[in-house]
DNA sequence: ACCCACCGTTCAGGTTGCCGTCAGATGGAC
DNA sequence: GTCCATCTGACGGCAACCTGAACGGTGGGT
């Protein structure tokens, strides 16, 4: 899926986009509107992240004038939460979804899946990997048919691995996602709840690099 | 999507009319209350548009009377009358949206889709988990076989659990399902209603993940 | 006009369970 | 065997949650 992310707060917008990348999509990011405004450009995208915090009500200007241009592009609108009346004239102007910022970036990907999905048809965010059945956007997560249930923390840990199967996460990757802009940790926190992943999700699960990190191992032949 | 629009004043309900015609919807246009008042002409539409210009407030009649009569078919209103007591009255009539004129026509088109996103994907209405019996259209639920009465809140909320079983849900998404265009909450309500839901339906049905949200639960077995 | 029942919301206080931490055990690398 | 990274069980603190009660507003009944 092609997004186009229209940002102006560059350290948000970096978030967003390896957020949006790690999802599997890509993303041309425009700094200003003027870029976006281009309806040839903007037209061949699947998805447009529109930053409200643009200067002087341009950022609603821009969606109006696509809206009355014929371009039906789903947008997802990012907001401050004090906006709120930018946020209901954002929906009138025809977005079809918004955020609050600050907002979790597991939210972010639930929207654009659910954007997508009600335009695309693209049916499931169901992953499976050997016995476990995971769907990130509800929550939901069955080891063998039977359901497991997950804390808050374990779910972020999780999907962190989720996101990228097969790949090595080093535990200072893996702090970046739990703790991303708040404050470190100091023990071996990530250890403990790897073992903890480990005693409901089973032992295979999640691989020890020794020294390096670990990683999600996905079963190479038929799961 | 087939819609009723209930409305006297001429002029705007042809501009309206346009509008909704252009987003694809069909329309019928009631020019009295009386015509509407036929539950079984206006049970036949998917979204009912109610102007509460109409006299002597019994658009509100109108409305209250068919929601007790068990139609559910959503409402929006519009009115020129920016009090808050009417807004508060209509919605506790059972209005699901609400849009004060003049309003900007995409807005309209706006709070269409998203009445329509709201019922939408609900073919079967009827729903049985565990020992409850579920009828969201008729807005009827036993226990065991025994009637058990909600409140509109409490229906609202259960609703929203129903509506995405298994399906983790955050106190922001319940929020803005209960509280979508109005002005947010700044307590602990959900937790109350939360509360007050488990005791009539049974302490089971809705699970709390801490942290994250509630999630309605259906049993994995037999049901 | 008055009273009463009910609903939605808020508040205060009690309770729970998750989170982060630590200490000791385990086990691989050399 | 030694070193060191990782694993594991246990624990205190505290935020998130639950619950009973109260309050104002609305509507119905008399």
Redesign the interface.
């Known amino acids: 899926m092609r997004i186009l992310l229209v940002e102006d707060d560059a350290v948000l917008g970096m978030a967003v986009r390896d957020q949006i990348v790690a999802d599997g999509h890509s993303v041309d990011w425009a700094q200003r509107i003027a870029d976006a405004g281009d309806a040839v450009l903007a037209a061949a995208y699947d998805l447009i992240l529109l930053d409200l915090m643009l200067p002087d009500g341009r950022g609603l200007d821009f969606l109006?004038a696509r809206?009355v241009a014929g371009d039906v592009t789903p947008v997802i609108i990012l907001t401050a939460r004090d906006q709120?009346s930018d946020r209901?004239a954002g929906?009138?102007?025809?977005?079809d979804d918004y955020l609050?910022k600050p907002f979790d970036l597991f939210?972010l990907s639930a929207r654009i899946r659910a954007v997508g999905r009600?335009y695309g048809g693209n049916p499931n965010p169901l992953v499976r990997i050997g016995d476990l059945d995971i769907d990130l956007?509800?929550?939901?997560l069955r080891r063998a048919?039977?359901?497991v249930?997950l804390?808050?923390r374990e779910?972020a840990l999780f999907e962190a691995f989720v996101q990228r199967p097969n790949v090595l996460l080093s535990k200072a990757q893996i702090e970046e996602h739990l703790y991303s802009f708040s404050d470190e940790i100091e023990s071996n926190t990530i250890e403990v709840y790897v073992g903890r992943l480990r005693k409901k999700l089973g032992p295979d699960v999640i691989e020890t690099v020794r020294g390096l990190g670990y990683r999600l191992g996905v079963p190479v032949g038929a799961g």
């Open positions: 109006k809206r709120i209901i929906l009138n102007a025809g977005a609050v939210e009600r956007a509800a929550r939901t048919g039977k359901p249930r804390t808050a779910w």
